[in-house]
């Protein structure tokens, strides 16, 4: 191998991150769950926001009209039922 190529392969393995996860099932779909340290956030998931504007940017509040909808949606489809974060 030629140095150049050595090189650009350790800086990409120097790169990779490994984090634990727990695999789980929510209705007989499969999903995946990782935890990692908050101070990696900012390094594994850049984005600038600084285009959108500050209402887009927060946080939404619960709407507690929409829970009694919910709650019907996850019976009316105990097998196939998807939940948003």
Do not use: C, W
Not at 8 to 26: C, D, K, L, M, N
Not at 27 to 33: C, M
Not at 50 to 57: A, W
């Amino acid at each position: 191998m030629k140095n150049g190529q050595a090189g650009h392969v350790e800086s990409f393995e120097a790169s990779t991150y490994q984090f634990p996860a727990i695999r789980g099932i929510q209705a007989g779909k499969e999903y995946y769950i990782t935890m990692f340290p908050l101070k990696s956030i900012v390094q594994l998931f850049s984005f600038d926001d600084s285009d959108l504007p500050p209402k887009m940017r927060a946080q939404r509040t619960l709407n507690h009209a929409r829970i009694p909808v919910i709650a019907n949606y996850l019976v009316s489809n105990p097998k196939d039922y998807v939940l948003s974060r």
